[in-house]
């Protein structure tokens, strides 16, 4: 019917302003598409795309101050996990050493980020996390320094199994071992294989004597925690790593869990606080932990539980067989994110992000008796644009918040000194 | 010369057939959130957030596939929040039988600026999902649906 109709219209004006006419058709239709997709108030013409690898388009950046006082910088930024120094304490940096391009594969979660530790001796070690097939798995991947950073190796993967191992936690004892933490879900994957389901992941660790040239076997912490959340770290005055991360206990309860991992293995599971907050959900948003001189644990986490809702501090000074009452960070009604601590002797500091509807605004806090009171809340930062978490560092016995902004660039601000 | 245009009106079909096909994934980002609710006009919508790295909400992506198809008049939106290439996000929606669902994707970071238009409240746990009912009132809902529960709410209106 169709090619008769056409076969009417067969002269060679009529055919080409048919066929013009049909073009227009697709294309018209092809406009439609178009402005289907740019019906969000011409969304696309508002887009403000930073491209570049560089700082200035980070995600992520997470800082070390090496023995020399040369502060190392590790970033994320469009696909490219970079290295750079800097001398004069975050003003100027060297030229980034780019360690690996994984480009939209590279985990960039707003709980991601990469790990970065140093010996004194200039050897770096770093560890970041990429997704390595169709189904989401990830791999943690590192790669060394022996030049202070100058130059790195070649990336290779931290395990060798074909699950899913995702958000490295690492921190450098005194004697230069190498402790390495993550969220595995082998175990999970194991399960899953033998027919049964179910969601969350493993906490499991390693050591290196090596400055992470080769890891001993790694264990699990525990067997069921939440698997999108990052895992805190920090050394015991015994120079023995202490974790907290969201594990799920009986139930389904994702709540803030503490452990100590000992040269025997790792101590019993301490439950942070009892918040019960039942979800499958993935929150995105680990906890912080620091161990001061004394060995008390201070511990800073996100909950939305039915028994309390928000941000939240506590410690423990039984390497974690009880906590304190929860205390909240921020009012109720603002919205607050992303604790951070740092203990230095008794001292501790605490940051977090506040944001009012226009401003990320950073807040800092300190202790000078080992968390029993703290001093007023003071603002220290702001930017009106994306801004990574707050965190915490010392060069010697001098605090600094590290905070990267997009629009303000990276700040790294002195906020307290150890007395 | 018959063959020839025969021959083009094929092509011009299959162009058609192609571009019909297509699903379509929209940007989302800072802004957009009043225009979207707007849409509403009187009846219940639900906007669903999920990731493509996010387990549980891959786990119960398919569910959602389902619950369309057996509704197909229900007004929901997706939203994928992850930092990931839009090919990835697709093929995710077509295991779930969701590639010609409403689906938009967060083109600006997923990040406390982004959400509070959304929900002030809101930290960024995903699945997520925002109940809109037919006046207009907003109730988040975290963690995975249950769907019975949103047949009622979305027949109810509120």
Redesign the interface.
């Known amino acids: 019917m169709m090619f008769k109709i056409f076969t009417s219209l067969s002269r060679p004006l009529s055919l080409s302003t048919l066929l013009l006419g049909m073009l227009a058709t697709v294309g018209h239709t092809q406009a439609q598409m178009n402005h289907s997709s740019q019906m969000m108030g011409a969304t696309t013409s508002k887009l403000s795309a930073c491209l570049g690898s560089g700082l200035d388009c980070a995600n992520a950046a997470t800082p070390f101050f090496v023995a020399d006082d040369q502060l190392l910088l590790a970033w994320t930024a469009n696909g490219v996990v970079s290295v750079a120094q800097s001398s004069d304490l975050g003003k100027t940096f060297s030229i980034p050493v780019k360690i690996a391009e994984h480009g939209k594969s590279l985990d960039v979660g707003s709980d991601a980020r990469p790990q970065i530790v140093s010996d004194k001796y200039g050897k770096v070690f770093l560890a970041y996390t990429f997704f390595k097939d169709a189904n989401w798995n990830a791999q943690i991947n590192t790669a060394r320094s022996t030049d202070g950073g100058n130059t790195f190796s070649s990336p290779t993967s931290l395990v060798q199994d074909g699950s899913s191992q995702r958000f490295p936690s690492v921190l450098i004892r005194p004697d230069d071992a190498i402790f390495i933490s993550w969220i595995d879900k082998r175990l999970v994957a194991a399960l899953k294989q033998g027919g049964a389901k179910r969601l969350g992941g493993s906490i499991a660790y390693a050591f290196s004597n090596d400055g992470g040239k080769t890891f001993q076997a790694e264990h699990f912490a525990n067997e069921n925690s939440c698997e999108c959340c990052r895992i805190g770290g920090s050394l015991d005055p015994q120079a023995q790593p202490v974790i907290a991360y969201r594990a799920i206990f009986s139930g389904g309860i994702r709540d803030q869990a503490s452990q100590v991992i000992s040269t025997k293995g790792a101590a019993p599971i301490r439950r942070v606080s009892d918040d019960d907050w039942k979800t499958d959900a993935c929150p995105h948003h680990g906890p912080s932990i620091s161990v001061s001189g004394t060995g008390k644990f201070h511990v800073a986490w996100y909950t939305q539980g039915s028994k309390r809702s928000g941000v939240f501090y506590a410690n423990s000074s039984n390497q974690g067989l009880s906590y304190s009452k929860p205390s909240r960070i921020g009012a109720e009604d603002v919205n607050v994110s992303r604790p951070y601590l740092l203990a230095l002797g008794q001292q501790v500091w605490m940051t977090w992000k506040e944001f009012n509807g226009s401003r990320s605004m950073v807040y800092i806090k300190h202790s000078q008796d080992d968390g029993k009171t703290w001093s007023t809340p003071q603002w220290v930062s702001q930017t009106s644009s994306y801004s990574d978490h707050p965190l915490l560092v010392n060069q010697g016995n001098t605090v600094f918040l590290s905070w990267l902004t997009r629009q303000d660039g990276y700040q790294l601000i002195q906020i307290g000194q150890r007395q | 010369?018959?063959k020839t245009?025969?021959a083009?009106?094929l092509i011009?079909g299959m162009?058609?057939l192609a571009?019909?096909e297509?699903p379509?994934?929209?940007?989302?980002?800072n802004?957009?959130w009043s225009?979207?609710i707007k849409t509403t006009k009187g009846s219940p919508l639900a906007i669903h957030f999920w990731?493509?790295?996010?387990?549980?909400?891959?786990?119960e992506l398919p569910h959602w596939g389902s619950y369309l198809k057996s509704h197909p008049n229900a007004k929901i939106v997706f939203i994928q929040v992850?930092?990931?290439?839009t090919e990835?996000m697709q093929?995710m929606l077509t295991k779930a039988n969701l590639q010609n669902a409403n689906n938009?994707y967060v083109?600006?970071?997923?990040?406390?600026?982004l959400r509070?238009e959304i929900d002030?409240?809101w930290?960024?746990?995903?699945?997520?999902t925002i109940l809109i009912d037919k006046n207009g009132k907003a109730t988040r809902k975290?963690?995975?649906t249950n769907f019975q529960e949103l047949q009622a709410w979305m027949i109810k209106g509120s």
């Open positions: 010369m018959k245009v025969l083009f009106m011009i162009l058609n571009f019909a297509k379509t994934l929209k940007p989302y980002q802004g957009d225009n979207l990731g493509v790295t996010c387990p549980s909400c891959i786990k992850d930092d990931v290439s990835s093929i938009y083109v600006a970071p997923f990040d406390e600026r509070y002030p409240k930290h960024g746990e995903t699945p997520t975290t963690g995975l």
